[in-house]
């Protein structure tokens, strides 16, 4: 995304209850799979504000917010505490990556935003300490209409079958994929899916 397709939405992206609610979900999912410890170091991919992010940093030594948007940053550095706090990174991780290792990647609702899912993997696989992992969030296939705009969505959710297949020929193992949620809207509900996998 070249330019800050959510600067408008940063500005009230933590009182959609419908958001907030999915993100509990996913944090939960990612808890009951993974046993985080306070000597990990966990990259939080599409951070937004920080919704993920602060509840699994209270689990870990630090996590590491990546997002492209300048406007989610901001909102999320408005949060940080001594207490708890995500550091933020403004980057474009497929054009420019990483140098850090991570034991775990963690993304909520954020692949459907990335065009070349095959780069993508490639990269974050290399900034994944060995016996790491990824447990990332997003839909199930849809027609579509998830998004009342769908400037800057590439996939209307994803096929099971596909993105497994990506992701292992990637270099992941002990793929697994589980529905955790379900979205309602007038029109339909969306599945949400947590897709967790192994170095």
Known sequence: MQKDHFEIKAKTWDSGSERVENTKSISEAILDRFTLHKEMEI????????????????????????????????????????????????????????????????????????????????????NIKDNGFIAIADLESEDGTFHSDNTGVFHFGFDKD??????????FKNIVWERINSIQKPHRDFGIFLLSAKI
Not at 106 to 126: C, G, P, Q
Not at 162 to 171: A, H, N, Q, S
């Open 43 to 126: 990259l939080d991919f599409g951070v937004g504000t920080g919704l993920l992010g602060f509840e699994i940093a209270k689990e870990v030594k630090k996590v590491y917010g990546v997002d492209t948007s300048k406007s989610m940053l901001e909102k999320l550095e408005e949060k940080n505490t001594p207490e708890l706090s995500i550091e933020a990174i403004c980057q474009d991780i497929i054009q420019t990556p990483l140098e850090k290792n991570f034991d775990g990647l963690i993304s909520s609702m954020t692949l459907h935003h990335i065009e070349d899912l095959r780069a993508f993997f490639t990269v974050i696989r290399k």
């Open 162 to 171: 596909e993105l497994c297949t990506i992701i292992k020929e990637c270099g």
